[in-house]
């Protein structure tokens, strides 16, 4: 029921599991019932089962199951007349449109649910954050010093004897600005990555993306050498996607920070 209401499968959809070269099959309903089994046998024939109805206190009644292990023992049972099989149906049963085991579109749930908590109830991760943000900026403060140090004593050496990429934290500036979105002159790059976001990532991803604004999306820039333009996208222009152009790939960047 939990992944119905969260749209993770939908009424209608087919779960299937096999068992001893039998397949059975299931269509879920609403309220996350299932039923209209179908059992394919080794031999290739398909025979419906538990469909037939009755009437019980003038109501129609047709048989459904609530569970997992409901449908997949009573299928093994009444089907096979296995009764001694100790059979794991989150793991077994898989969905046939998302081509996932049951189990693991169980645990993207409970994944889901933990990335929905709370600031407060994540406190502790948060703190752990700030620890080692602090830790990584008193670093770059001892290595400036050091390389301060080091060309003070030997001023005829043009390189420091090791190499170190660092990557300066840069603090995140709550603005209200409303420049338009920047685009690299590699727009291809930066639409992908932006792209990718959008069509995979999930709801929370780009609300928090959105949320920090498009100057902190454009942090990465500080590191590239190449020019950024920052001129508005021509909205009369036409898409062009095969391949993309640079104003398309900079319509799509306004369009994804301008969306609800």
Not at 6 to 24: A, E, H, P, V, Y
Not at 50 to 62: D, G, V
Not at 126 to 150: D, N, P, T, V, Y
Not at 228 to 257: A, G, M, R, Y
């Amino acid at each position: 029921m939990q992944l119905l209401t969260n749209n993770l499968i939908w009424s209608g959809d087919t779960l299937f599991f096999c068992f001893k070269k039998n397949r059975f099959s299931c269509e879920i309903t609403q309220g996350g019932l299932l039923w209209k089994c179908v059992w394919l046998k080794p031999d290739g024939s398909i025979e419906n089962i538990f469909r037939n109805t009755s009437i019980i206190e003038e109501r129609p009644y047709i048989r459904t199951f609530e569970s997992l292990t409901d449908w997949t023992e009573t299928c093994i049972q009444e089907c096979l007349d296995e009764y001694h099989t100790r059979y794991s149906s989150w793991k077994r049963v898989r969905h046939q449109r998302l081509g996932q085991t049951m189990e693991t579109i169980y645990k993207h749930l409970q994944q889901k649910k933990n990335t929905t908590k709370s600031n407060g109830e994540n406190i502790v991760f948060f703190e752990r954050i700030a620890a080692l943000s602090h830790k990584i900026e008193q670093q770059e403060i001892s290595i400036k010093k050091w390389e301060a140090w080091f060309k003070e004593k030997n001023p005829n050496i043009s390189e420091l004897p090791v190499s170190q990429d660092v990557v300066p934290i840069q603090q995140e500036i709550a603005s209200t600005s409303i420049v338009q979105p920047f685009v690299l002159n590699s727009n291809e790059g930066k639409f992908m990555v932006l792209q990718h976001i959008n069509e995979t990532g999930s709801k929370e991803c780009k609300e928090l993306i959105k949320s920090n604004g498009i100057e902190h999306f454009s942090n990465v820039l500080d590191q590239v050498e190449s020019a950024v333009v920052f001129q508005p996208p021509d909205l009369s222009k036409e898409e062009i996607w095969n391949p993309i152009n640079k104003d398309t790939c900079k319509k799509f960047v306004h369009d994804f920070f301008s969306s609800n």
